[in-house]
């Protein structure tokens, strides 16, 4: 098993979205950076934990854990010439961007990152890493337990 730290805008979705969701599941789409593609589409399976984080907003922070429920399959955001996240180089016979599903599992009391910040077991957290812009980042299992058992 695997943990990830996966950033959501919570005005596109958020926590309380993913709780009230059918299912209790959400496709994790819009993903346009190589690098948090690969990590869905080679990395991630079935079962791996995920710090649901809240970005872009007053204020960010961890606010919920998930689980990823579906291997990889192409986000058909990218062939939607509406969407925002349209890639007209993206085809259907060679998809550019992958998504998974994950699943609610709690709802949390929002971890900040200067909270984050305060404590020296987490100080390795990529979250917390200078230029650190990427929306889905591995997450060591001393991090996942110490975030888990400690903070949640």
Known sequence: ???????????????????????????????RNYQARNFMRDTMQLGDGV?????????????????????????PTQFDPKSVYFDPKSTHESPRWMLVDVEFV????????????????LADMRVLAKGNRLSITPVTEAEWRFITERLA
């Not at 984080?53 to 192409?74: D, L, M, N, T």
Request: net charge neutral; glycine share 6%; with cysteine.
């Open 1 to 31: 098993m695997r943990y990830w730290l996966m950033k959501s805008e919570p005005d596109e979705a958020s926590i309380d979205d993913l709780a009230t969701a059918p299912s209790r599941t959400l496709p994790w789409t819009g993903v």
């Open 51 to 75: 710090l649901f984080y809240h970005s872009s907003c007053p204020e960010p922070g961890i606010a919920g854990i998930a689980r990823v429920v579906s291997g990889a399959y192409p986000d």
């Open 106 to 121: 709690k709802k949390i009391a929002l971890i900040s990152l200067a909270e984050l910040r305060r404590h020296r077991e």
